[in-house]
């Protein structure tokens, strides 16, 4: 009896090992049907259906037989997301790409693209700053780490556009400590613009709201020489001109008068080369 339960066990043990080794030997992908399904994503994406395409390429990697065409197809994968402003499918896809593929030879571009889609996302100066200060970094790394490529002028481009935002957003923030008479805080924010974003387009109206809040705070010598400084770097703006109207009360009928004359002048120099064509 003992004998008989032996030869049953024996037996239920063999067929679980043959179980266990049929289960390992795992049919390998079929090669054709692979780039076939690499082609048809290919098709798709040409015809302009990303989301699918993305999903294509995405299957397709994991069952192409050479590790440079997976990674390729992950790339493509990527940039799928990215045609349709699925950002965060984008980034997904392409930190995966940077894990299984870091020998890659588009391992740039890979980088580029993960920068594009955090700066596509960035909102305006109303919203949140961490978007803008996570993308300026990403910008600076990215340039000083590949200084000499054709992504890199594009990113410098971006960073000027970044360093605008950031700079609106403090002039929005101190325009509203301004209008609440929060003297030191608005005070504080302009010189952030000043000191950290010179080369902005809203460093003249930093200046002249600081000419602003010094002349209101009765600090007729700081609000003089800040305009100097608007005035020396920008004469011809229209922030330095506010800013001249306001230390100068005289200053409006004082430009009235130029006008009026500067008209009469035009006037006589019209006049004066009809006359002598009439003469001819």
Not at 18 to 26: M, Q, R, T, V
Not at 29 to 42: C, H, I, Q, R, T
Not at 141 to 167: C, E, R
Not at 245 to 270: A, M, P, R, T, W
Request: proline content about 2%; charged content about 30%; some cysteine.
């Amino acid at each position: 009896m003992y004998q008989k339960y032996f030869l049953i066990i024996l037996l239920l043990f063999f067929i679980a090992a043959c179980k266990k080794k049929d289960d390992l030997s795992i049919t390998p992908p079929d090669v054709k049907e692979s780039y076939l399904l690499y082609e048809k994503a290919v098709t798709s994406m040409n015809e302009g259906e990303f989301f699918f395409a993305a999903k294509t390429f995405s299957e397709a990697e994991s069952i192409l037989p050479i590790v440079e065409h997976s990674a390729k197809a992950s790339l493509m994968s990527a940039y799928c997301y990215y045609s349709i402003n699925f950002y965060d499918e984008a980034i997904s896809t392409l930190e995966n790409f940077l894990r299984k593929y870091p020998a890659d030879k588009n391992i740039q571009y890979a980088k580029y693209l993960i920068i594009l889609s955090n700066y596509e996302q960035i909102l305006d100066e109303k919203k949140d700053l961490k978007p803008l200060l996570l993308s300026k970094k990403m910008i600076q790394d990215y340039v000083k780490k590949y200084p000499d490529t054709d992504y890199s002028l594009d990113l410098k481009f971006k960073l000027g556009l970044i360093q605008n935002q950031l700079a609106a957003k403090e002039i929005y923030v101190a325009k509203y400590y301004i209008k609440t008479k929060k003297w030191i805080p608005a005070i504080n924010r302009l010189k952030i613009v000043v000191n950290d974003y010179q080369e902005t387009i809203f460093i003249e109206e930093a200046l002249h709201r600081l000419v602003e809040i010094y002349y209101n705070l009765g600090l007729i010598d700081e609000a003089k020489k800040t305009a100097k400084i608007l005035g020396y770097n920008y004469n011809s703006s229209k922030w330095y001109e506010n800013s001249y109207s306001l230390l100068n009360k005289d200053y409006q009928k004082e430009k009235k008068i130029l006008e009026e004359q500067s008209k009469k002048d035009e006037l006589g120099l019209v006049k004066k080369t009809i006359n002598k064509i009439l003469k001819k």
